[in-house]
């Protein structure tokens, strides 16, 4: 044997788990979407909602409420088409046309738009971090029981 000494038995690499690596790629993949919130805009005129909204709310002062998917103003009148909800609690779809509403009558106007929230894609990537520190960690745990079990026993 050359007269060389004998090389100690090399350790075994421990590999994350497929599983984990596969839990770790889809959070972060799913970090990379951007999430939305609603902002709710709401007045006593139409000046003061979203007019690029694809929804106008108009609250009665007799509590009915019209949904118009289109409208325009023409003087004093909101013109426009969607649904009718009465004012019982159900609010169920009363009827479907095209509506002349009298501004002295409109109460509330109501919009609805969806906006990119930024605390989203902050709250994402603090999870995925905190996802692979914890994958890491468990790792490293397992790792190191496996080896002290193999030192005293």
């Known amino acids: 044997m050359n007269g060389s000494r004998p090389r100690p038995p090399r350790k075994p690499r421990h590999r994350v788990a ?30 003061s909602v979203d007019p690029s909204a694809k ?17 325009t103003l023409d003087g004093t009148q909101l013109i426009g088409r969607g649904e009718h909800r009465g004012p019982d609690r159900a609010r169920i779809p009363v009827t479907k046309v095209l509506f ?28 995925t971090a905190s996802l692979i520190l914890s994958v890491v960690t468990i790792t490293m745990a397992v790792n190191f029981v496996s080896a002290w079990k193999e030192f005293f026993i």
């Open 55 to 71: 929804l106008l709310k108009v609250h009665m002062r007799n509590g009915d409420v019209y949904l118009l998917y289109s409208w």
């Open 18 to 47: 497929p599983t984990w690596t596969a839990i770790i790629v889809l959070c972060l993949l799913a970090s990379c979407t951007v999430p939305l919130r609603i902002e709710r805009r709401t007045g006593p005129t139409l000046a």
């Open 100 to 127: 002349r509403l009298e501004s002295n009558e409109i109460a509330l106007y109501e919009t609805d738009t969806k906006i990119k929230s930024p605390v989203g894609i902050g709250m994402k990537l603090f999870t």
